[in-house]
């Protein structure tokens, strides 16, 4: 039986330890120094770039373990997206369904485009500048980094090195995508801002300055017959078994799937896919489970409601601030000597062509509220959705537009518009032939969806 004392039971509560100190750290910074809390850069990627700073640092660059935060970033974005699935969704305005769906068609294309910026960048790198140790397929890590945040870049990031190195590639592939997810949080804040900034003093956005303080009811808390807060069982207790449950299920079926023969094509492409898509196989899950819930209640089967979406809200929260610490700090700079003139090219770009054709978009869908609808979807397509949310209440506070609702519920439009696409993941990287002709088809592919969004309207009849 091993001590208590050893340090090795108490590993993986140090990583945690240095993660919620940092955390706590950088609330406190962004509370009390003005030009943090102007940024709206989000507590958590400050903390992680402080961990960051401090790495190089002897003593603490050895209690730092690279692999255990890859881990907490894996785990913690799988984790948050079943939070999010399992929650019953509750519209607090009017949105139409159309609406929803184009906003989804618009987080794809957008996908799409920063795909294609990043390859525009990475194949001509590769093809003339450095052929030894980088990746012709790398400009794609830019949407998953950009559009998805740390988890699916780390994801992709870790399964794109193991295809450069099948091909005899030096490429850390980790380093390059949590950098750019990085970057896109430090984009969506210091360029929302900057631009909200420059419309204030033309004279086209009118911010009072006001803190929108939120203010919660009763039923905000809970719903009709759902289980007490403590009985038996604690209701987050209840909450956490459900999640991890979930999870659960999420990691039988990855599991299952690696298992299958699935021939040459599922070998190359899908079973290494299989891996990275945990926030897919969460959500689609954790909706399978809540349906079955739903019918439980209503055949009466389940007397009490067991789901709260409260709580859910807060651990899907944790789960992402925790995520974005934990990619931060996992970043390795050694890694990324040769690297720097490629990322900022790919960042740049990234940041260039994803404001115009956002702000394009939302000039055509959104006449009423362009700006709201731009800085909800600037910021999440540049970090997360609570990136898109903290731009939105500095020009929204009560959240009176649509905006907040359709950058809410289209998540699962955006899901099935994009995966398709997201297959090119898996085809694109075996070889320099298969990254091209992926651009062309994600070029067809944002031809369609351009001529979806900027369609014309239909005139109505006369009666």
Request: hydrophobic share 50%; with cysteine.
């Amino acid at each position: 039986m091993s001590s208590f004392a050893d340090l090795s039971a108490w590993s993986w509560l140090i990583q945690f330890f240095i993660i919620v100190v940092a955390l706590l750290v950088a609330n406190l910074i962004r509370c009390n120094v003005p030009i943090f809390r102007r940024s709206l850069l989000p507590s958590a990627l400050l903390a992680g770039l402080i961990i960051l700073c401090l790495k190089p640092i002897g003593a603490f660059s050895s209690l730092v373990d690279r692999h255990a935060m890859e881990v907490v970033t894996y785990h913690a974005l799988g984790l948050g997206f079943v939070a999010m699935a399992l929650k019953n969704k509750k519209i607090k305005s009017a949105t139409s369904t159309m609406k929803v769906v184009e906003t989804g068609a618009v987080t794809a294309s957008t996908y799409i485009l920063q795909g294609l910026a990043g390859l525009l960048v990475t194949v001509p790198f590769f093809m003339w500048v450095n052929k030894s140790d980088f990746f012709y397929s790398a400009g794609l890590l830019l949407p998953m980094g950009y559009g998805q945040g740390p988890g699916q870049a780390l994801n992709f990031g870790t399964t794109f090195s193991q295809w450069a190195a099948d091909q005899g590639i030096t490429f850390h592939g980790s380093d390059f995508g949590l950098s750019i997810a990085a970057t896109g949080f430090i984009v969506g804040s210091l360029v929302g801002v900057v631009f909200m900034n420059i419309l204030r003093r033309r004279g086209k956005l009118n911010i009072s300055g006001e803190t929108f303080v939120e203010r919660y009811t009763l039923a905000d808390y809970e719903s009709e017959g759902e289980i007490p807060h403590s009985e038996s069982i604690d209701k987050l207790t209840v909450q956490l078994c459900l999640v991890l449950l979930v999870y659960a299920l999420v990691f039988l079926l990855m599991f299952g799937i690696q298992q299958l023969d699935l021939g040459d094509f599922g070998v190359k492409t899908l079973k290494p896919l299989v891996w990275g898509f945990n926030f897919l196989w969460g959500t689609l899950l954790g909706v399978l489970v809540k349906w079955i819930i739903g019918r439980l209640r209503k055949s009466n089967l389940m007397q009490r409601e067991y789901i709260n979406n409260y709580t859910l809200d807060r651990i899907a929260g944790t789960c992402f601030d925790f995520m974005i610490v934990a990619g931060t700090a996992a970043i390795d700079f050694n890694n990324l000597r040769g690297l720097w003139l490629p990322l900022i090219l790919v960042c740049t770009l990234g940041a260039v062509v994803t404001f115009w054709y956002v702000l394009r978009c939302c000039k055509k869908l959104y006449p009423d509220y362009v700006y709201e609808g731009f800085f909800s979807m600037f910021g999440m397509l540049t970090g997360t959705a609570s990136n898109g949310m903290i731009l939105l209440r500095e020009i929204d506070p009560r959240f009176e537009t649509p905006a907040a609702n359709n950058l809410v519920l289209q998540t699962i439009p955006a899901l099935a518009f994009g995966f398709p696409v997201l297959l090119l993941m898996g085809f694109a990287p075996q070889s320099l032939t298969d990254t091209i002709i992926s651009m062309g088809i994600m070029v067809v592919a944002l031809i369609l969806f351009a001529l979806f969004i900027f369609r014309r309207p239909r005139k109505k009849k006369r009666e």
